[in-house]
């Protein structure tokens, strides 16, 4: 079974420029999730998608938002980017809806100039 | 709110030597507890779990014991390996947060020939 996608990989773009992200879960997978990781912050929850309903959201602006399709596949777009945005942005899929495992994809890294 | 400590690294150790990674947690509830290590340029990888007090989660020749008494979960390998070197996180999840993770700040092994 191919494991959690996503896309791009490497991403440069410059303050002001808004930009999206896009996941593929594993197949059967109904729940993914998105994270930041910063060397500063460390690993931060970003938003929990189910069923294409949000279900959890971290402690970010409202810049960053994201959604989920009915294939479940997720996008998240990041707008009026700035440079503390710049991060290894990792999506994760779960196959249920309660402390499951979540399997992570190899992530998008992000660099706003 | 909830969160997970542990300790900092790097740690640095020879091949075959014994490898503690300390992680303590403050939760309401009763979390389900988890390893992930990341290699190098990659995403995050599950290591083990564990869902209730005093369950052992093992893999690869690592072993965590979920504590409650102690709130720990402390990762423990008996003889360790060069291709053991990575980042190992420490994280929590709980019923009600869907499958939102928090995270540890991470702790690097070295571990040389």
């Known amino acids: 079974k191919a494991g959690v996608t996503q896309t791009p990989r490497y991403l440069i773009k410059t303050r002001g420029q808004q930009v999206t992200l896009s996941c593929s879960p594993i197949?059967?997978?109904?729940?993914v999730s998105w994270y930041q990781q910063t060397p500063g912050q460390g690993l931060q929850f970003l938003f929990e998608y189910f069923s294409e309903t949000q279900r959890n959201k971290g402690n970010f602006p409202g810049r960053f938002s994201g959604r989920q399709f009915s294939n479940s596949r997720s996008e998240m777009n990041v707008s009026t980017l700035e440079l503390g945005d710049s991060a290894l942005y990792l999506c994760?899929?779960?196959?249920?809806?309660?402390?499951?495992?979540?399997?992570f994809g190899p992530g998008t890294r992000l660099l706003v100039l | 709110g909830d969160s997970v400590t542990q300790m900092e690294g790097p740690v640095t150790l020879s091949e075959e030597a014994f490898l503690t990674i300390n992680c303590t947690y403050t939760a309401t509830g009763y979390p389900s507890l988890f390893w992930y290590v990341q290699y190098p340029g990659e995403g995050l990888q599950l290591l083990l779990k564990a869902t209730k007090a005093d369950d052992k989660g093992s893999n690869k020749g690592f072993e965590a014991t979920y504590r409650k008494e102690t709130t720990s979960f402390h990762l423990e390998k008996g003889s360790v390996q060069v291709s053991d070197s990575a980042v190992y996180f420490c994280?929590?999840?709980?019923?009600?947060?869907?499958?939102?993770?928090?995270f540890g700040g991470g702790t690097r092994l070295m571990v040389k020939p």
């Open positions: 197949s059967g997978h109904r729940s």
């Open positions: 994280a929590l999840t709980y019923l009600n947060a869907g499958n939102m993770l928090t």
């Open positions: 994760a899929s779960s196959l249920g809806a309660n402390q499951e495992t979540q399997y």
